[in-house]
């Protein structure tokens, strides 16, 4: 007797709505703060950029008509219309049309990953959050059914378990990320105490993972004040990496990408 790959999906389906409640039932809830914290909004949804140089502008029209991309009313027509989270989205859809995608199920897609009612969240802005601070995620598709964002290792498990007998294809969530964020480096080797219990902390990281900063000017004293230009710099000063691990600090400043500053207070 052949598989029913029909009946496998729809079980599949209903495991991954199982796992997304309980996924979202565990957040700490740092975590849930962070997915509203003023800064990461900034970042991820406030600051606009142009796709074309990637995407034709034909295409990219089309998949706002189709609706498998919704964008701001008052950006429709500009060059600079995309945040992040729309980038990052664009991507992952160009990458799911190589593979055979329809158009239809991209806008099912968006409805379920980038639309909420709560103010902030997706889950798309959450895999993305989770994929920068070191949580790697994968997209599992298939035609007409699956469009999941999960955690690597729970696709591993699944997998391992022989629960993924149909038709599918992955695509790694870290590379997508990546792409819009060229300073980045997601591995950082840098610990922060007690990191997933303090939003600040969470914050730092994020921002120094992500490299979505231009510069840092990190107050190891009021008078003792060391520039950042890059992450890779605070690993390489091990006085500076001790400072931000420990949380022993005066304050960050942080210039973002746009010029617009922000600070974090440290314990000094």
Not at 167 to 177: G, K
Not at 234 to 256: D, G, P, Q, R
Request: hydrophobic fraction near 40%.
């Amino acid at each position: 007797m052949g598989l029913n790959f029909e009946k496998l999906k729809k079980e599949r389906q209903r495991i991954h709505e199982e796992l997304k409640q309980d996924r979202f039932s565990e957040l700490p809830v740092e975590v849930i703060h962070l997915l509203n914290n003023e800064v990461i909004n900034h970042v991820l949804h406030h600051i606009k950029v142009s796709k074309s140089e990637d995407i034709p502008a034909r295409v990219l029209n089309n998949w706002i008509e189709k609706e498998a991309i919704v964008i701001d009313e008052q950006d429709k027509g500009k060059v600079k219309r995309f945040n992040k989270i729309h980038c990052i989205w664009l991507n992952i859809i160009a990458e799911a049309r190589k593979l055979g995608l329809h158009l239809e199920d991209l806008e099912a897609a968006h409805q379920k990953e980038m639309i909420s009612e709560i103010p902030n969240f997706s889950y798309v802005k959450l895999g993305i959050i989770n994929t920068i601070l070191n949580k790697p995620h994968i997209i599992e598709l298939s035609q007409g059914g699956i469009f999941e964002i999960m955690y690597q290792e729970e696709y591993r498990t699944f997998f391992n378990k022989g629960n993924m007998y149909y038709p599918h294809s992955i695509l790694p969530l870290t590379s997508l990320v990546q792409q819009e964020f060229p300073k980045s480096n997601f591995e950082l080797p840098l610990e922060i105490e007690n990191v997933t219990s303090d939003e600040e902390k969470m914050l730092l990281l994020f921002l120094l993972k992500s490299g979505a900063y231009g510069y840092m000017k990190v107050y190891l004293s009021e008078t003792d004040i060391r520039l950042i230009e890059g992450s890779d710099a605070v690993i390489a000063n091990e006085e500076i990496k001790k400072a931000i691990s420990t949380w022993k600090f005066h304050k960050i400043e942080i210039m973002l990408e746009d010029e617009t500053m922000t600070i974090i207070e440290g314990n000094l």
